[in-house]
């Protein structure tokens, strides 16, 4: 009986985690550590992000048209991130997401990487609603771990600047069962 | 037993049986709706069905019209098809629209030359259904004596057997092998195939390594080149993910990082690049003319070493066993296509490789072809070209990119008012190609021949429908329309590939034409032919087919949207809504006119 309650109680003080969703989890662990948020936050341009906040009311694609990032920012990121997913030890991508600026129930990913893997990204939207998995992230600073969408597990965990303070998330994805053919498109 | 007490009803009876179904005839451009009536967009061109036809031919090409079997009241009847001539027969699937409440067909089901069959047809669950249409394909093969022809349509029902004679005019001309133009039909990926195709699926162990799956995409190539086009399939995504089937496997990093395995590779492409794919077909086993390589900025090289000695080794290393590859199977007359696909928008690469925005992108393309041109040697029989596809920012390109991009694939109504540039780039050796839509069905039916006929005009080189295999979730019952397929999976009918749509029969008859059409620019001056071609096709002139250039075209790209674009230059209805459904008859009649004048 002693036995079985001390199980319970291990058991409920951190739950079991798959093999898989522990790499993630390391790997997002890794990613608060390594990842830029100054950097992070020098991605998209100046011009760009007033036309993602303003909106062009006679043409609904003006921003995605105008979505402009500056190629040093972007490029030392990028490779942060494709150093960070090598450490998974079967495919998976580290995505980056930031709060829009201004709009803080906004979000918008600003590097995806080469499987196209997320649980969040809606194909084609420049920014999209906050998901309260992320808002939770952005305001705790707490890894969180998510599985809602088919196969995949994304762990996310907090990036932060210079200051200290939360400045994005990365999303830390991969599937149980990957589809070679998807996202060839 | 009712006819019994009423012997007058049992006679009524039976000569209803009898007069039960008609067989009329239509000309391939006009469309009948299951109801017996011309469908609303083919109305302008006051046809109406007919007990006969005569249709007349050039040699080495195909003849068609539709067949109507009409009956008020639910009937089997036969039909069947003979003659001296190798004839098709396809029952037209009438795709229910939502967005009109009506009926237009399109997808083409195969069936025999014999073929029995109910009116309603059952499967296209129309309860009211009193019109069965029918395509008919006539081939005149190249060894047919020149004259008249007979080919019967015979249909039994009730009893009652009527014949309607389809008469054959074959002329001595014959359409040329090769195309003015190229009409090309684009794709992406094959994850597609799997809601597709999902009983080849579900019954085909390891689909994606089977042969059942290469087929299938051989078949996708083989139902384009046979009506005339090509088929592009775009093999890596907006971040660079490369398919199986699209790419070798590689192993290794650095200076380490090497092909390992040609095997999925090679089972896709090899009957594509030595032309096996398309034996038997009336065209002949030739490789495709262009295909896209899997290069993107992650393939081959890693984006992880973009801009440091790694990403050089990789790329150029990698590069130069495929151009080995290549050489060693003698694959020469395929044009390999370096083409980014991606957009910065879709965050996967900090450029845009499609439809480039920002001139400070142009860099990478130089970079790449630095690469390529480390790669491959300049005496290679193996042929590369750099592709582009242009919108916003074309006319820089031409000038920015000139000795990088040397073939251009640029927005059909933007490249109108910049059709000046035409011959400057056809001039130094370019390749250039339009690129748009597909129209819908509901729109006339000569809107598909428009697209071949707008960069023949212009005096480009081809078009390419964007998407040209997605016909939606329900194709069948609750159909969107059309405007990203010209194919529909076989699979309902027992098909294990895609069957042709009538737009797509429409397109391949007015590219025989245009072949036969162009084949006498040598005899009569090419400006005269165009005069007169766009005279009877929308009573335009040939220098209505650019627009002029707009204000806007001399400002800052940056500072234009799609609102802007389309207020530049009002439409044209000549060019759109106003196009009736006979306006590539008339250019087909003219073509064939000159034919029996003139031999090319």
Redesign the interface.
């Known amino acids: 009986m002693i036995l079985t309650i001390l199980l319970l109680l291990i058991a409920g003080s951190a739950p079991a985690q798959d093999p898989l969703t522990a790499e993630l989890d390391q790997v997002a662990r890794t990613a608060t550590a390594m990842v830029d948020g100054d950097v992070a936050r020098g991605i998209q341009t100046k011009r760009s992000i007033e036309m993602m906040l303003e909106k ?1 009311p ?2 609904h ?2 921003a ?6 500056d ?1 040093d920012a ?2 030392a990121t ?2 942060t991130l ?2 960070l997913s090598k450490l998974c030890t079967s495919a998976c ?1 580290v995505n980056l997401w930031l709060p829009v600026t201004g709009k803080p129930d906004r979000v918008h ?8 893997i997320s649980q969040f990204w809606r194909w ?1 939207d ?1 920014d999209q609603p906050m998901p309260p998995e992320m808002k939770a992230v952005l305001e705790s600073g707490r890894r969180q771990t998510v599985r809602q969408r088919g196969t995949m597990i994304s762990v996310l965990a907090p990036v932060y600047d210079s200051l200290g303070d939360i400045v994005g998330l990365v999303e830390v994805a991969a599937s149980t069962n990957p ?7 | 037993m009712i006819f019994k007490r009423f012997p007058l009803l049992f006679l009524l009876f039976l000569l209803g049986q009898a007069n039960a179904a008609d067989l009329t005839v239509l000309p391939a451009y006009v469309r009948a709706d299951p109801f017996g009536q011309i469908v609303e967009a083919d109305r302008s061109a006051r046809v109406q069905p007919a007990a006969r036809i005569e249709l007349t031919s050039a040699r080495d090409a195909y003849a068609s019209c539709r067949l109507l079997v009409t009956s008020p009241q639910p009937v089997s009847y036969s039909l069947k098809v003979s003659g001296p001539l190798e004839t098709s027969l396809y029952r037209e699937w009438f795709h229910y629209l939502p967005r009109s409440k009506r009926y237009y067909p399109d997808a083409l089901v195969p069936t025999p030359a014999n073929v029995r069959a109910e009116l309603p047809a059952a499967d296209n669950r129309i309860a009211s259904q009193t019109a069965q249409s029918y395509w008919l394909d006539i081939w005149i093969p190249a060894t047919v004596r020149p004259g008249a022809y007979t080919v019967d349509a015979v249909l039994e029902s009730g009893g009652v057997k009527s014949t309607l004679p389809v008469r054959i005019q074959v002329l001595d001309a014959a359409v040329p092998a090769e195309d003015p133009i190229l009409i090309d039909h684009n794709s992406y990926g094959t994850g597609w195939l799997l809601t597709q195709y999902p009983e080849l699926v579900n019954r085909t162990k390891d689909f994606y390594l089977s042969d059942a799956f290469f087929g299938l995409i051989h078949a996708y190539h083989r139902v384009f080149y046979e009506h005339r086009g090509i088929y592009h399939q775009l093999g890596y995504g907006h971040g660079g993910k490369t398919g199986p089937e699209f790419a070798p496997r590689l192993e290794g990093t650095g200076k380490s990082k090497h092909v390992a395995d040609w095997t999925l590779f090679d089972k896709h492409y090899a009957p594509l690049f030595d032309g096996s794919a398309f034996a038997g077909t009336h065209r002949g086993a030739k490789p495709i003319p262009f295909v896209y390589l899997p290069v993107n900025p992650e393939w081959p090289a890693s984006f992880l070493w973009w801009g440091q000695p790694g990403y050089e080794r990789e790329f150029v290393n990698v590069m130069r066993e495929m151009e080995a590859h290549f050489r060693e199977k003698r694959w020469f007359q395929t044009k390999f296509e370096l083409f980014f696909n991606h957009k910065k928008r879709y965050k996967g690469f900090d450029w845009d490789g499609d439809e480039t925005r920002f001139l400070h992108d142009l860099p990478h393309f130089v970079e790449y072809q630095r690469l390529m041109k480390l790669a491959f040697p300049e005496d290679s029989p193996v042929k590369w070209v750099y592709r582009t596809d242009a919108s916003w920012q074309m006319e820089r390109q031409f000038k920015l990119q000139a000795g990088v991009i040397n073939m251009w694939v640029v927005g059909d109504g933007m490249f109108r008012w910049y059709a000046e540039n035409a011959p400057v780039l056809k001039g130094r050796g370019d390749i250039v190609w339009t690129y748009g839509g597909t129209p819908r069905v509901d729109e006339s039916s000569s809107h598909i021949t428009r697209d071949l006929l707008e960069p023949w005009m212009l005096g480009v080189d081809g078009f390419v429908r964007w998407q040209t295999v997605s016909p939606g979730p329900d194709p069948w019952f609750k159909f969107s329309g059309g405007g990203e397929t010209l194919v529909y999976p076989g699979g309902r009918f027992g098909v294990d590939a895609p069957l042709a749509s009538a737009r797509l029969k429409l397109q391949r008859n007015a590219m025989q034409d245009l072949a036969l059409l162009d084949a006498y620019k040598t005899s009569a001056t090419l400006p005269a032919i165009r005069a007169e071609v766009a005279k009877r096709y929308n009573g335009t002139s040939p220098s209505e087919w650019r627009r002029p250039r707009p204000a806007l075209a001399d400002t800052d790209p940056l500072t234009w949207d799609n609102v802007t674009i389309g207020e530049a230059v009002p439409d044209d209805p000549r060019f759109s809504s106003g196009l009736d459904a006979a306006a590539w008859e008339r250019v087909s009649t003219y073509v064939k006119t000159l034919a029996k004048e003139r031999r090319p």
């Open positions: 062009n006679r043409d694609w003006a995605a048209d105008n979505y402009d990032v190629h972007y490029v990028k490779k494709i150093r991508d990913v600003v590097i995806r990487n080469v499987n196209e084609g420049l589809n070679p053919q998807e996202n060839v498109q």
